[in-house]
């Protein structure tokens, strides 16, 4: 573990990297530096101290200087602190175990540029192998103490779910998927064999009936209304007419007709005059004939017709019908989903009582005036339409009838063909569906699931850690290609590697091989020329593909390494360019890592991801790691140099830290010149009010013109709300304005008096926090 720098010089711009010092190192440092600052050199000399090599660094001399490199660590080696020196272009003392990610490793194991070369391959397999120091008896033992373990587990998993699988076999009933309407189906299937049971006694349950329609005759009502005699003389008609309208008096003609029946005795019944001889009385008895009587007697009898056949009691009629087969559909709802037909009533009620008044009164005319022919074409039309009214809204009902009994009917048959046992068996396996969701049980599967994939997994790393020594690299390859692969997966990744294991041939040397899986299909590595003739590695990749592909090489190599609690880790910059579950996934990785190793050191340029993993690590359970964040700035002539890191402050906005440069100040914490106070208040303000009203206050604009915009605003502009501090905001921005060139040419020459300008910062803070 390195504990201090204690000197760093002429590498590369870090021509004297300690100006103030040593540089202290904890067991997780970050450092900050911008791009061309010197992370990769620290990188480079990290690997050169592992090395013990000295042409990395006579490599990266500060190519102004003719010094030579020096460098000077303090290490840990047990319990003692022990300096290593490169001094004279020599290493002295023992250099720690180290591993370093950065573009060298990239170039060295992975790719290069478009191409993934044979030494490259070379290379990753003696970075992958490692020590191979792992004793194979002790891995079967601890796998066998591990296998054991999760058989225990499954086991006790196994017992849990006793009962609860019938009438399915333990891995049908751990497969069942969830059936959101079991309940359901299991009550329509008990239904169905309480109704199979109950067949018979069902088979006698009354259906609903269809209503009768209307079957009045209207045409031949009317033939009755329009019927005229032939038969009477025309002088005889031409007689009792003329007599009938001498006298105009309604209902004249059928009392005259009556009135032939009391003239038996050859006079007047009325006033005993003789009859005999009389013109008039011989009209009567040819115009009265006996047809007259059978006309008579028909319109009488179509006045019988009328009422019954359009009687108010044909309503009650359909009412009652209605009502009946409402109560026999209620009764098969215990059986069956069944929806009740409507009838209204008072539209048909009201159509039958214009259709009857209409004939009533024809009939009354025509009992009048028997000869008349009554009824006109539209009478007739709207009788009918009324009845057709009638007749249509029955059919309406009858066809939902209809199809009530249709469903009746088939659940009858069906009933014919149930089979209990069948309905018995399918509750019990919806049953079953509903006891593999309780939570109890799920848990149980959970658990049986993950002990017998791990017992699996265990049982397969066994089998292979028992071959031979000559399959070991084999076996050794094929655990980190699935390293890799997980890796590349948490990655989201749209790749995998496939096929990575150990070749001789060529060199006879072994390397690895392996090709790219991509959307299920398999892509060679390739050479620099099938860039322009085939899929390969460098037209299906993107750069930070191939870059996510070398860091999981190093993680997947890390991660089973079992000498990592002994080594320093060195990564330089990983998650540049890596989008956000990238980034995401690669400083989890990071944390894990801190976590395992003896010491890790991370470079980035990213300010914000050394910020998340600071934050990160001190929140991991059960103890936090508090990791000590340096930076490397320019210096003068443009060389770079350690210093101390505020990593909130390089990450915080102006808004923040002109924020913090007035509340430290009126807090008494503050070690900022007082004239830097004066002037942090107004942009403070700015920034206040820009967050505050969002989009109504623009960017940029000044504390002055805001003023100005809330003097102008009215309701309901939100800057109306500002009216009441108005006097405030100006009162404050004056005094804040005496420290600004915009508003003041002698700002820097303008006094501060302490007193003062502690007042107007409290008066600012003020306007934040009992004006928001």
């Keep these: 573990m390195i504990l201090k720098i204690l000197e760093l010089q002429n590498v590369g711009l870090l021509h004297n990297a300690t100006p103030n010092g040593a540089v202290d190192f904890a067991r997780v440092t970050a450092i900050y530096a911008e791009n061309g600052r010197g992370k990769s050199t620290l990188a480079t000399v990290m690997r050169a101290c592992s090395l013990r090599d000295a042409g990395r660094l006579h490599a990266r001399r500060t190519i102004d200087s003719q010094d030579v490199p020096e460098i000077s660590l303090l290490v840990q080696d047990g319990t003692q602190s022990v300096p290593i020196e490169f001094k004279n272009g020599v290493w002295s003392g023992t250099s720690p175990a180290m591993i370093v990610f950065d573009s060298e490793f990239v170039e060295q194991n992975v790719y290069s540029g478009l191409e993934v070369r044979a030494d490259q391959r070379q290379s990753l397999l003696e970075f992958a192998l490692g020590d191979q120091v792992v004793l194979l008896k002790q891995k079967v033992d601890e796998l066998t103490a591990d296998i054991e373990k999760q058989t225990k587990r499954r086991t006790h998993a196994e017992r849990a779910l006793t009962g609860y699988a019938a009438p399915y076999t ?55 209304l329009n019927k005229q005699l032939q038969d009477v003389e025309q002088s005889a008609e031409a007689t009792v007419r003329a007599h009938l309208s001498k006298h105009g008096v309604a209902g004249l003609e059928d009392w005259l007709s009556r009135g032939q029946d009391y003239m038996s005795l050859g006079e007047c019944p009325f006033c005993g005059q003789s009859l005999r001889g009389l013109d008039l009385i011989r009209a009567y008895r040819s115009y009265f004939n006996a047809a007259y009587s059978d006309l008579k007697r028909e319109v009488a009898d179509l006045e019988g017709r009328i009422g019954t056949g359009l009687a108010e009691s044909q309503i009650g009629t359909i009412e009652a019908g209605v009502a009946t087969n409402t109560a026999r559909i209620e009764a098969w709802k215990d059986q069956l989903d069944l929806s009740v037909p409507s009838l209204p009533t008072d539209p048909l009620r009201e159509a039958l009582k214009a259709a009857r008044e209409i004939m009533m009164d024809l009939v009354l005319k025509k009992r009048l005036a028997p000869l008349e022919s009554l009824g006109s074409q539209v009478d007739r039309q709207t009788v009918a339409g009324q009845l057709a009214t009638i007749n249509q809204a029955i059919a309406i009902y009858n066809a939902e009838i209809s199809a009530v009994v249709t469903k009746i009917s088939d659940f009858k048959k069906t009933l014919a063909t149930e089979n209990i046992s069948v309905m018995q068996a399918g509750v019990k396996k919806l049953e079953a569906a509903q006891k593999r969701q309780l939570p109890e049980v799920v848990t149980a599967i959970n658990e049986y699931q993950d002990a017998e994939t791990k017992r699996n997994q265990l049982e397969g790393e066994k089998l292979r850690t028992r071959e031979q020594i000559d399959t070991l690299m084999k076996t050794t390859l094929q655990q980190y290609q699935d390293t890799i692969n997980t890796l590349l997966l948490s990655f989201g990744a749209g790749f995998s590697i496939q096929q990575l294991k150990p070749s001789y041939v060529g060199t006879g040397e072994p390397r690895t091989e392996y090709v790219l899986s991509i959307r299920n299909k398999s892509v060679k590595l390739g050479s620099r020329a099938d860039i322009l003739t085939s899929h390969s590695f460098a037209t299906t990749l993107s750069d930070a593909d191939k870059r996510t592909l070398a860091f999981a090489f190093f993680i997947a190599r890390v991660k089973t390494d079992p000498n990592v609690g002994n080594e320093v880790v060195v990564l330089d910059d990983p998650v540049s360019s890596l989008d956000r579950n990238r980034r995401h996934q690669t400083l989890r990785l990071i944390c894990e890592l801190a976590q395992k190793c003896r010491q890790l050191i991370f470079l980035s340029h990213d300010s914000y991801c050394i910020r998340d993993m600071r934050e990160r690590l001190s929140d991991l359970k059960p103890v936090p790691v508090t990791p000590a964040i340096l930076a490397i700035f320019r210096v003068q002539n443009g060389y770079s140099a350690f210093a101390p890191c505020d990593i909130d402050d390089v990450c915080s906005s102006d808004y923040y830290r002109h924020h913090r440069l007035v509340s430290d100040y009126v807090d008494g914490k503050s070690t900022a010149n007082s004239r830097d106070v004066a002037k942090a208040m107004r942009p403070l303000l700015e920034g206040y009010y820009h967050r505050r009203f969002p989009r109504r206050i623009p960017r940029k604009i000044l504390f002055g013109q805001i003023i100005a915009l809330v003097q102008q605003a009215v309701p309901p502009d939100p800057l109306s709300n500002l009216a009441p501090i108005v006097n405030e905001l100006t009162e404050v921005n004056d005094y804040a304005g005496r420290f600004h060139h915009d508003t003041n040419q002698n700002d820097e020459v303008a006094s501060i008096v302490d007193s003062e300008l502690l007042t107007y910062a409290r008066r600012a803070l003020n306007l934040i926090y009992q004006n928001g």
């Design 170 to 224: 333990e891995s049908e009933f751990i497969s069942l998927q969830p059936i959101d309407d079991a309940q359901q189906q299991i009550e329509l299937l008990q239904k169905r064999i309480e109704a199979t049971r109950s067949a018979q006694q069902l088979a006698f349950r009354q259906e609903p009936l269809p209503l009768p329609s209307f079957r009045l005759d209207v045409p031949a009502l009317f033939r009755v």
